[in-house]
């Protein structure tokens, strides 16, 4: 019997769930670990040997699931606040409606708000918005959510996000670097009409690809003395 291609998006959805229980049940089992290694820890006298103890949990996680530390105690923090401030998520997770993306999202707004009331709100609200929108949606409602149950907060956030604009750039070794500038939305915004507007005026006759003649104008633009117009003369070393 030849399955049909409606009965293959279900039984597809049916994987999504499994995979978003056993998700949720491996978070569990991890918290557990944790948590009775951190009881073992508790049974020794030296401050010493507890701090070390306690930080070899972690490293003791990652190892196991193999990923980085940040990754480890990222991932458990977030679990841990979802279960403890929004029981209505937690088990939209253990049942299969939610993903790990998800609980991260959200868990991520949780520490952005102050009031009880808020999360209570939140937690009312959100799971029927997950189940029925994208990833990326959901993080402009959570942002929306936020800046209309607390505004203040909302404002003090974007004040301290703005405060952390920064570039950094880190070689690859292949003769390529990676290029990344945290910036302020409007600034942002502007550059992207920018490229935007750039990418239109690409002659047809150039042979490169759009994100090519992209990057390439990036680099010029950066390279150039806004004074004169004139090349920026820079010596750089490559070994």
Not at 73 to 93: D, I, M, S, Y
Request: contains cysteine; glycine residues 6%; negative net charge.
């Amino acid at each position: 019997m030849t399955t049909g291609l409606v009965d293959l998006l279900d039984l597809a959805d049916c994987h999504a769930r499994e995979r978003n229980r056993a998700e949720a049940a491996n978070t569990l089992t991890l918290l557990e670990f944790a948590h009775r290694k951190q009881l073992e820890g508790l049974e020794m006298e030296s401050a010493i040997l507890r701090r070390l103890h306690n930080a070899s949990i972690i490293d003791g996680i990652a190892a196991a699931m193999r990923w980085s530390r940040g990754a480890t105690q990222n991932r458990l923090f977030e679990a841990q606040q979802c279960r403890h401030k929004t029981p209505g998520v937690w088990l939209a997770h253990q049942v299969g409606d939610l993903d790990g993306r998800h609980v991260q999202l959200i868990s991520r707004t949780l520490s952005r708000l102050e009031e009880d009331a808020s999360v209570l709100k939140l937690d009312r609200l959100v799971v029927p918005y997950a189940t029925s929108h994208t990833h990326p949606e959901l993080k402009a409602w959570l942002a929306r959510f936020v800046a209309r149950v607390e505004p203040k907060t909302d404002e003090e956030s974007t004040r301290e996000a703005v405060e952390a604009r920064r570039v950094e750039i880190n070689h690859n070794g292949d003769g390529t670097s990676d290029f990344y500038a945290l910036l302020p939305t409007q600034t942002a915004a502007a550059i992207q009409a920018h490229l935007t507007k750039t990418a239109a005026l690409k002659p047809a006759a150039d042979t490169r690809t759009v994100n090519q003649y992209l990057a390439d104008h990036v680099g010029e633009q950066l390279l150039t003395d806004p004074a004169t117009g004139a090349n920026v003369n820079v010596t750089v070393g490559v070994t």
